[in-house]
């Protein structure tokens, strides 16, 4: 239960506004231990059932397809770019706008077949001349990323994120203690698969880019252990 306490006599409180806390507030961090270390473990175990379950959402890097960059001469919104592709059955596209006037935008179509990626930019463009007639618009870029390159992809994104795990708990081990360095990657591993997990219910897109915020959160997790580990020394 929080308590507060008297500030002592001629030391002024700080501001209300900056105290995000109350002063003198104590929890028994120990007491919770035990629902603490139930809850995550019981949270992680049902994130890795929803991933071997329920699967992530994954996104043009590791299904495969095709990623058109398009800039138009008039601005022009990702929902009339949207419109035009469903009009010409063009399943499974995503349209970002990356353009700072509304002018360019990425067009992704993921889970083609093998072999049918240039189809897929073809179709793409064929909608886009349907809509927009053309000279309306300029195709800058397009990318394609087969299934077996994106099974390769989410190999080594995999090693990549179990790599670091491994070996910031051997730094820890060596430069703290060895029980420190278990207790690091175990703390590592928790924190991914929490993320992960997360990933899953929300069903937002996993590509290259969610593999670097998953290497930031093991970063930052390993930080915090250095830290805690430091002040037990």
């Given at each position: 239960?929080?308590?507060?306490?008297?500030?002592p006599?001629?030391?002024?409180?700080?501001?209300?506004?900056f105290?995000?806390?109350?002063?003198?507030?104590?929890?028994?961090?120990?007491?919770?231990?035990?629902?603490?270390?139930?809850?995550?473990?019981a949270?992680?175990?049902?994130?890795?059932?929803?991933?071997f379950?329920?699967?992530?959402?994954?996104g043009?890097?590791f299904a495969?397809?095709?990623?058109?960059?398009?800039?138009?001469?008039?601005?022009?919104?990702?929902?009339?770019?949207?419109?035009?592709?469903?009009?010409?059955?063009?399943?499974?596209?995503?349209?970002?706008?990356?353009?700072?006037?509304?002018?360019?935008?990425?067009?992704?179509?993921?889970?083609?077949?093998?072999?049918?990626?240039?189809?897929?930019?073809?179709?793409?463009?064929?909608?886009?001349?349907?809509?927009?007639?053309?000279?309306?618009?300029?195709?800058?870029?397009?990318?394609?990323?087969?299934?077996?390159?994106?099974?390769?992809?989410?190999?080594?994104?995999?090693?990549?994120?179990?790599?670091?795990t491994?070996?910031?708990?051997?730094?820890?081990a060596?430069?703290?203690?060895?029980?420190?360095?278990?207790?690091?990657?175990?703390?590592?591993?928790?924190?991914?698969?929490?993320?992960?997990?997360?990933?899953?219910?929300?069903?937002?897109?996993?590509?290259?880019?969610a593999?670097?915020?998953?290497l930031?959160?093991?970063?930052?997790?390993?930080?915090d252990?250095v830290v805690?580990?430091?002040?037990?020394?």
């Amino acid at each position: 239960m929080a308590r507060t306490t008297t500030e002592p006599a001629g030391v002024k409180a700080p501001p209300r506004f900056f105290t995000l806390i109350p002063v003198g507030t104590t929890i028994d961090f120990v007491r919770l231990a035990p629902l603490m270390v139930g809850i995550s473990i019981a949270t992680a175990a049902l994130s890795l059932v929803l991933l071997f379950t329920k699967g992530l959402n994954y996104g043009t890097d590791f299904a495969g397809g095709s990623m058109v960059q398009v800039r138009f001469v008039q601005p022009t919104t990702a929902a009339d770019v949207r419109s035009a592709l469903e009009t010409a059955r063009v399943e499974g596209a995503v349209v970002q706008d990356v353009g700072a006037e509304h002018e360019e935008f990425q067009i992704r179509v993921a889970k083609i077949a093998e072999g049918q990626a240039e189809t897929a930019s073809n179709a793409v463009r064929r909608a886009l001349q349907d809509r927009f007639g053309e000279g309306s618009y300029e195709i800058l870029r397009v990318d394609t990323v087969g299934p077996k390159v994106g099974r390769d992809l989410w190999r080594d994104a995999t090693l990549a994120v179990l790599a670091s795990t491994v070996l910031m708990g051997i730094y820890i081990a060596i430069r703290f203690d060895f029980r420190f360095g278990l207790g690091a990657a175990v703390a590592l591993l928790h924190d991914v698969i929490w993320t992960v997990g997360a990933l899953v219910v929300t069903q937002m897109e996993f590509d290259l880019t969610a593999v670097a915020a998953l290497l930031t959160v093991v970063g930052f997790s390993v930080n915090d252990t250095v830290v805690i580990s430091d002040r037990i020394r």
